[in-house]
């Protein structure tokens, strides 16, 4: 069963840059695609970006597409979102999460939350203008 925490959230200034990171426990996670969500205030959870159990592909979702980056070290049991040029609309509490699929390939349908059956409980991230 793997386990995700998530680190790196904070009050950063508009325009500024953050790295979130992701440990995840258990010997499986290099078998697994991981993703990045957010929810701001009274608002869905929404898609951030995804990354293939390799690391060789990544989709973004277009708000954050060219300001974020998503990479992982099997090594270390880490996934990271590099964040920059940040907006205030990127406010929100950020997740990572396991996607269900062994192995599998990554696209436009790893942008929805029943594709994950692991969470973590998320760090809060606020920009300000």
């Known amino acids: 069963q793997v386990q995700l925490v998530e680190s790196g959230g904070g009050l950063v200034q508009a325009g500024g840059s953050l790295r979130l990171s992701c440990a995840a426990s258990g010997r499986t996670f290099s078998s697994y695609a991981m993703g990045w969500f957010r929810q701001a205030p009274e608002k869905e959870r929404d898609f951030v970006a995804v990354i293939n159990w390799s690391g060789g592909s990544t989709y973004y979702a277009d708000s954050v597409k060219g300001r974020f980056t998503i990479s992982r070290d099997n090594a270390k049991n880490t996934v990271y979102l590099q964040m920059n040029g940040l907006k205030p609309e990127d406010t929100a509490v950020y997740y990572c999460?396991?996607?269900?699929?062994?192995?599998?390939?990554?696209?436009?349908?790893?942008?929805?939350?029943?594709?994950?059956?692991?969470w973590g409980p998320g760090t809060q991230v606020t920009v300000s203008s």
């Open positions: 999460a396991k996607h269900t699929s062994l192995l599998g390939v990554i696209g436009s349908t790893s942008t929805r939350p029943t594709r994950y059956d692991t």
